[in-house]
């Protein structure tokens, strides 16, 4: 089973700065990963697909990418409304795996 | 619109069985593979179960292999999860979503609200 681990566990920003998010595979992933933000009592949504293809409705602010092992989730500058969890997840043979998630939370 | 609408969530004791539902519109249910995915109260997420569009090749995670069967009704655009034999650690919120192809992979581009599952005495 691939292990997703994400780093940090918790980001303390400010609105406007910039946030960069990692997701790291324990073995190379021969897809890629998706990228979900998660606000309190709500369910996840899609951010981003293939590592780096955003979903419908999603700001540009909001880029992925990587390969292999190794993918990064960018904020480019933070709204209020980015201030969630965010979780990393990709699909092997029969099983899915989400990351431990990010908090991004205001400083 | 797309929308999902699970149902069934309860408090169950130790032991005990539950079946939760999930009503999909906006959509063409029979099209799309569907999928549970859970989250344990101040915890990630966790994939539980998928099941095809015509209702074959069920797959598990190994926590629930055994005891969870999942099952769709495409007459009635519902999804289903049998839950048996529960355990404390299976508390949690149960999202039904939506699986969508990619160029590369299978994700979840819709998601349901959840609904509770508490398993205690």
């Known amino acids: 089973e691939i292990v997703l681990t994400q780093s940090p566990a918790t980001l303390s920003l400010s609105p406007g700065e910039r946030a960069t998010l990692s997701c790291r595979a324990s073995q190379s992933i021969s897809g890629y990963v998706a990228w979900y933000q998660q606000k309190p009592g709500q369910a996840p949504r899609l951010l981003i697909s293939?590592?780096?293809n955003r979903a419908t409705g999603i700001p540009a602010r909001f880029s992925g990418s990587g390969s292999g092992t190794d993918f990064t989730l960018t904020i480019s500058s933070l709204e209020p409304e980015d201030f969630a969890v965010y979780y990393c997840?990709?699909?092997?043979?029969?099983?899915?795996?989400f990351g431990q998630g990010t908090r991004v939370e205001i400083k | 619109e797309v929308q999902l609408l699970e149902s069934g969530g309860n408090l169950v004791q130790p032991g005990g069985s539950l079946r939760l539902s999930c009503a999909a519109s906006?959509?063409?249910?029979?099209?799309?593979?569907m999928s549970w995915v859970r989250q344990a109260p101040g915890r990630g997420l966790e994939w539980v179960s998928t099941l095809s569009g015509v209702g074959d090749d069920p797959y598990y995670a190994d926590s629930v292999k055994g005891r969870f069967t999942i099952s769709r009704d495409n007459s009635k655009d519902t999804l289903y999860l049998q839950m048996n034999s529960l355990r404390a650690e299976d508390t949690a919120v149960y999202f039904c979503?939506?699986?969508?192809?990619?160029?590369?992979?299978?994700?979840?581009?819709?998601w349901g609200q959840g609904t509770l599952v508490t398993v205690s005495s």
């Open positions: 997840q990709q699909r092997s043979t029969r099983l899915w795996t």
């Open positions: 979503a939506r699986n969508s192809p990619t160029a590369t992979s299978i994700l979840f581009d819709c």
């Open positions: 906006g959509f063409t249910f029979r099209n799309y593979a």
């Open positions: 293939d590592a780096s």
